[in-house]
C-alpha cells in the first residue's frame, strides 16, 4: 500500500474509503467489504453519525483478514458543534470528551488522524485544538489536523503558537484544485487529503437527498461522450473515476472515494498501475472551476 508521510512521522495511505452519507446500519458490511478490497485507511466523522457501523465493521475485517490494528489508518473528526444552528460550541474538555465517545463508538483505543471537521467561530477553532493537541499528548490520537481549512484559520493557529496540523482535509479535485491553498499547505508542511474527488462524473450525488453546489451547467458537462474525463479513461483503458483518483494520487493527495459497490471498490481501489501522462496532467490543471460544490470553505451553512 503507497502511503504518504506526515509531520510527526506517521504515514497515511493514499487510498482510503470514504463513508459520508453511509448509514450506521449499512457501515458494517460496506466497511468490512472495503478493508476485504484492500483499503487500509478507512476515514469517518463524528457528525456522519456512523462511528458504531465504521466501528464494528473494521474489527470484523480484522478479524477475518488477519490483520493488526497497526496495519490500518483510521480517522474521524470533531464535529465542532455551530451556534448558527443552535449547537453550542465545543470547548476544550468537550473535545477531549469528544474523541472519547468515537473511541467507545468505534471500539478502538486510538484513531491514526484526528481532525477539525469545520471551521466556524475563530475562539471555537483554538480551544477545540488545543483539545486536539491534548488528545494526541494522551496518545488517543497519533496525528491530528484539519478539514476546509483556509489559509486564514491555519494562520491563527500559527499565531496562536499552537502545533501546525499535519493534514487539511479539503473538497479538490480538477474542477476544485485550490492552488493558492495548496501551495500553502505544502510551504507549511501540511499534508492536503482530498475528498469528493469524483465531483466531476455526473453520477457523483445524484440520488435523491444528496445536495451540492454543482450546477446545471456541471452535470450537462458530466454527461457529454466528449467529456475530457471519458476521453481520458478510453486512452488508458479504466474508468473516468480511476482518472479523477489518479489525477489526485499524482498530485500527491490521499483520496477517499466511496461506494457500497464491491466491484466499484475494487475498480476504484486499481490506482496504482497506470499513470496520466504530462499533457494530460497539464490539460487538467486548466480544468479549475474555483472553490467547490461540496463545500464552501468556512461557511457555516453548509455541510461537509
Do not use: C
Not at 48 to 68: K, M, P
Not at 130 to 152: C, M, P, Y
Not at 232 to 241: F, I, N, P, Q, T
Request: no cysteine; net charge negative.
Amino acid at each position: 500500500m503507497q502511503t504518504r508521510a506526515l509531520a510527526n512521522d506517521a504515514a497515511i495511505p493514499y487510498l482510503g474509503f470514504g463513508t459520508y452519507l453511509i448509514a450506521d446500519t449499512e457501515a458494517t458490511a460496506v466497511v468490512s467489504e472495503a478493508i476485504r478490497a484492500g483499503y487500509r485507511h478507512i476515514d469517518t466523522a463524528e457528525g456522519y453519525q456512523n462511528e458504531t457501523g465504521v466501528g464494528l465493521g473494521i474489527r470484523q475485517a480484522l478479524a477475518s483478514e488477519g490483520l493488526t490494528r497497526g496495519e490500518l489508518f483510521v480517522t474521524t473528526k470533531l464535529w465542532p458543534g455551530n451556534p448558527a444552528w443552535g449547537q453550542p460550541a465545543k470547548t476544550t474538555a468537550s473535545t477531549v470528551a469528544s474523541l472519547d465517545g468515537s473511541l467507545e463508538r468505534l471500539g478502538l483505543d486510538y484513531v491514526d488522524l484526528y481532525l477539525i471537521h469545520a471551521p466556524f467561530e475563530r475562539e471555537q477553532r483554538l480551544a477545540q485544538w488545543r483539545g486536539l493537541v491534548e488528545l494526541k499528548r494522551q496518545g488517543k490520537a497519533r496525528a491530528i489536523g484539519v478539514s476546509n481549512f483556509s489559509i486564514t484559520h491555519i494562520e491563527e493557529l500559527k499565531a496562536a503558537d499552537l502545533p501546525m496540523p499535519v493534514a487539511d482535509q479539503i473538497e479538490l479535485h480538477p474542477w476544485s484544485q485550490k492552488p493558492e491553498l495548496v501551495r500553502y499547505l505544502k510551504a507549511n508542511g501540511v499534508v492536503p487529503i482530498a475528498y469528493s474527488s469524483l465531483v466531476p462524473l455526473s453520477t457523483w450525488r445524484a440520488a435523491a437527498g444528496q445536495e451540492s453546489a454543482k450546477t446545471d451547467q456541471m452535470k450537462a458537462d458530466g454527461k457529454q461522450e466528449n467529456a475530457p474525463f471519458k476521453a481520458m479513461a478510453r486512452k488508458y483503458g479504466v474508468s473516468e473515476a480511476q482518472v479523477l483518483l489518479r489525477w489526485a494520487i499524482q498530485q500527491g493527495y490521499p483520496v477517499l472515494p466511496k461506494s457500497t459497490s464491491p466491484d466499484r471498490m475494487r475498480t476504484n481501489a486499481d490506482i496504482f498501475g497506470f499513470s496520466l501522462d504530462d499533457e494530460d496532467m497539464a490539460a487538467i490543471a486548466t480544468m479549475d472551476r474555483g472553490d467547490g460544490v461540496a463545500w464552501a470553505m468556512g461557511d457555516p451553512t453548509k455541510t461537509p
